[in-house]
């Protein structure tokens, strides 16, 4: 027996056999038709030559003037009728040889006078080359056929004979009979068609009574293995007719149900449910499969000899070719051991979920337990550093808070790690700004890349939007690792961030990439998105390429010296690749030995407020701005101030500036260059203060900042905010105030500051401060409203997206009497990212009194409580 592949290889080698014998029939009947249409061409014009003479003819010499004379009268109708005769149309023509300068003469052809599309009769000669069916005709006389050729008029096949004698040497007169060559063709393509054709058929017809015959005696062998299947199977088959009678039963559903085959053929199924069958589940499968669906279901199924077990059917229709159901097939399955085996998985679920709450409790606990102490070491050794000490206390000090706050970011490693891999690590989606995200994980890294002068730069692309919904503690969280890690292994140098939106792609599967959908629905329904791509670059040590599978590895460093030299537990990155997965995102990083490494994380994220909402402020509009900067700051520098609508000049040094017409001038002052400027005791410089600006590190200390103010205009902390250079660069390159600037108004206001985000609560609460206002902290919602009860501020400074209870719903419970009567009407102002339009109304409508948006700036800060004060009844 043939396999399947052979029996394909056989009968497509029998059918290009079949193809290839009518192919040749067909060529060699083209071939015959090809002689009998020139045999007949050539019987066609030596019949046509017997209507002329030649003395009639030798009377024509071609010449316009004579087509008026009787004699071309005559011959011309004789062509005519010629022509008209034959059903092809054919082109006839009278031409004479003229020996003496081997040329041809024509003398008349038969198309009408009356055709304007035939051309009026050739005078002259035609040329002397010749085709050699003419030069055969002018040499022996003989009448002959030649084509398809091709000449001005198209393609011809043509035929000649001579009128008169043959006489070699004289005038000779011929007669053309030209045909195209498309009824040429066409006769010779039917010809040729029609024998392949009648070859096919006469082949092909025992051909396909073989592959008939081959195919009926297949199906019958698949029935009967298929028989043979289902009867030897594992799995209980029955079927039944339109009637539910059945029809079939194999052996291994009557031993299921305890029946033979005799009791069972030709009764009604049902007959066999019992009594513990619910109606409903019938019904439902009657329903569905007399509809032509699949139904698949459960229930308790009785056997003959009384006990009950639970069976799973699939019942299929099956449909002839007509698709009409002409039976259905039910396969079967007991369920008893799987449902055995579920009460026994469910049970160890139940013990599972058991030990991983404990186990949840006991990191909860741990966390508290261990946190505690420590954040109780570093507060009171960052107080201590602010007592006098000497200089060998301090040290000690010093080594104490930064060892507690290492401590505490290991602890915090360790116990995300522990949430992720129990799955408990849940995101938090809300609007967010993803530069204030960026700028806020800077300013965390700036105290550890401060000691080792590594530069802290960043830049977010014009296109990424102003808000997007993401967490973003865990987005912050995973930049400050990136960049940590960046600086801990940069010697010197600078750890650069680059934010900026990418085109769609999927990301590569991960195990640990999950779905976001709480992100998905904090947007708004048909709200856009976009993937935005994170990269951390440093010009650190590098990672050689053996290493590099280590690096995403959890409790995994690049060999032992770095855990000995640089410290950590090597969950830094592994907790960045589980966060970027719940973030839908995936991460992936370059390295080269020595000369740094670039991490790149990519998510994708609800578009809140696009791009082109954020108004590029430009307040250095026409301003010469001199550049005193280096390396990565001075590029950062030169692209804000254009950003700004600024013009950039640079310096190499701000001690011998080459231009003096410049409007404003930055310095980058690294920690050793301020010291060293402070602490001078003549200093030299060469600039007007009033025109010069410093960028200082953050935590540069403030003896070394007072001493600096009288050499400039303003300080500025690096890492650098863009948002906030831009407006004090604006304010710097005005002209010069004639007096010192007057100190801030002093309101004296009880103000209670809502806000979850420990760097934004330390920067209100200084604005506030230098306001000469009190304040308080909440941390959201709930905690707002209990201390709106108990200290009745006079203003509630409330951020709008914080966890438990947001800004607006806040908002909704003071102004429904939630916190008290007393309070009620206390005035609010709303704090948000997000400076929609459609944002301010809800805000507004939800009970807020007043609308900024961040980054707060003092002067705003300062507006609205004028305006608060405006709007008191006393201020009048």
Avoid at 122 to 140: D, K, Q
Wanted: with cysteine; glycine share 8%.
């Amino acid at each position: 027996m043939l396999s399947l592949l052979q029996r394909k290889a056989v009968l497509a080698f029998a059918s290009a056999v079949i193809f290839a014998a009518g192919i040749g029939a067909g060529y060699w009947r083209y071939l015959r038709a090809r002689a009998e249409l020139l045999a007949e061409l050539t019987a066609r014009v030596q019949g046509c030559a017997v209507a002329f003479h030649v003395a009639e003819l030798q009377e024509l010499t071609g010449a316009p003037a004579e087509r008026e004379s009787p004699v071309y009268a005559s011959v011309k109708d004789r062509l005519g009728r010629l022509r008209t005769s034959d059903e092809r149309q054919p082109r006839i023509s009278l031409l004479r040889y003229l020996p003496a300068n081997g040329t041809l003469l024509p003398l008349a052809d038969s198309a009408p006078r009356t055709d304007p599309a035939q051309p009026a009769p050739r005078t002259g000669t035609l040329p002397a080359r010749l085709s050699p069916g003419l030069e055969g005709v002018i040499e022996t006389g003989y009448p002959t056929a030649e084509g398809p050729r091709q000449e001005d008029g198209g393609r011809w096949v043509s035929g000649y004979a001579l009128i008169g004698p043959h006489t070699p040497g004289r005038p000779q007169h011929l007669i053309a009979f030209d045909l195209t060559a498309h009824e040429w063709y066409r006769a010779l393509w039917n010809t040729a068609l029609g024998t392949a054709g009648y070859v096919w058929m006469l082949l092909l017809l025992p051909l396909a009574a073989l592959v008939t015959t081959h195919r009926q005696l297949m199906q019958g062998e698949a029935l009967r293995n298929l028989t043979e299947a289902m009867e030897q199977g594992h799995s209980p088959i029955m079927i039944v007719d339109l009637g539910l009678r059945i029809e079939y039963a194999n052996a291994k559903f009557c031993r299921l149900l305890g029946y033979s085959r005799r009791e069972l053929l030709g009764r009604e199924w049902r007959t066999f449910h019992g009594a513990e069958a619910r109606p409903e589940i019938f019904a439902d499968m009657v329903t569905t499969i007399r509809a032509g669906h699949p139904w698949t279901g459960e229930w308790m199924m009785p056997r003959k000899d009384g006990t009950v077990f639970p069976l799973r059917a699939a019942i299929t229709p099956v449909k002839n070719r007509a698709g009409e159901i002409r039976s259905f097939v039910g396969v079967f399955e007991d369920m008893t051991e799987i449902r055995q085996t579920e009460a026994l998985l469910r049970e160890a679920k139940e013990r599972a979920e058991a030990g991983d709450r404990a186990k949840g409790q006991f990191l909860a606990t741990m966390s508290h337990e261990v946190r505690t102490p420590l954040n109780g070491i570093v507060g009171f050794a960052s107080l201590l550093l602010e007592t006098e000490l000497t200089p060998e206390q301090l040290e000690y000090v010093e080594t104490i808070r930064t060892s507690s706050e290492t401590l505490i970011q290991l602890t915090g490693d360790i116990l995300d790690y522990a949430r992720i891999e129990s799955g408990r690590l849940k995101l938090e989606p809300q609007p967010c700004d993803p530069r204030e995200c960026v700028e806020n994980a800077l300013d965390l890294a700036a105290t550890l890349a401060l000691p080792k002068g590594v530069e802290l730069l960043h830049w977010i692309d014009d296109t990424v939007p102003a808000a997007i919904v993401a967490d973003v503690g865990r987005l912050r969280q995973v930049i400050v690792n990136l960049v940590n890690n960046a600086v801990k292994f940069t010697p010197t140098g600078e750890v650069a961030v680059d934010v900026r939106v990418v085109a769609s792609s999927p990301a590569p599967e991960t195990a640990d990439a999950e779905a976001l959908p709480s992100a998905r629905e904090t947007a708004d329904a048909g709200e856009a998105s976009c993937t935005l791509e994170f990269s951390v670059r440093d010009t650190g040590i590098g990672i050689a390429p053996a290493h590099h599978p280590k690096i995403f590895r959890p409790f995994s460093q690049v060999d032992d010296s770095t855990t000995r030299r640089y410290g950590g537990t090597g969950l830094g990155l592994a907790i960045c690749k589980n966060l970027v997965g719940l973030m839908n995102g995936h991460i992936t990083f370059t390295s080269e030995l020595g000369r740094g490494s670039r991490f790149t994380f990519t998510i994708r994220v609800p578009v809140h407020t696009p791009a082109a909402d954020r108004v590029p402020p430009t307040p250095l509009q026409g301003r010469r701005v001199m550049l005193v900067a280096s390396g990565g700051m001075c590029e950062e520098l030169t692209r804000l101030v254009r950003r700004f609508g600024g013009e950039v000049m640079e310096s190499e040094t701000a001690a011998s500036p080459q231009r003096s017409d410049w409007d404003l001038g930055i310095q980058d002052l690294s920690a050793s260059a301020a010291t060293e400027l402070a602490t001078s005791r003549e200093p030299c410089v060469s600039w007007l203060p009033e025109k010069m600006v410093a960028l200082i590190p953050v935590p540069l200390p403030g003896e070394i900042r007072a001493a600096l103010r009288p050499y400039f205009r303003q300080l500025l902390n690096k890492p650098l905010h863009h948002d906030l250079f831009g407006g004090v660069l604006g304010a710097s390159a005005a002209d010069p105030p004639a007096a010192a600037m007057p100190p801030p108004p002093q309101f004296g206001l009880r103000v209670l500051i809502v806000e979850d985000n420990a760097v934004n609560q330390r920067l209100i609460q200084t604005v506030v401060s230098h306001l000469g206002c009190t304040s308080h902290l909440a941390v959201n919602g709930r905690v707002a409203l209990e201390e709106i009860a108990r200290s009745r501020p006079e203003v509630v400074l409330m951020d709008l997206h914080m966890p438990e209870l947001d800004g607006l719903a806040t908002t909704a419970q003071i102004r429904a009497g939630a916190a008290g009567e007393a309070v009620r009407g206390v005035w609010i102002v709303a704090l948000t990212a997000d400076a929609r339009n459609e944002q301010r109304e809800r805000t507004l409508a939800a009970g807020a009194n007043d609308y900024l948006t961040k980054p707060v700036r003092p002067a705003e800060l300062q507006a609205a409580l004028e305006r608060y004060l405006a709007s008191r009844p006393t201020a009048a």
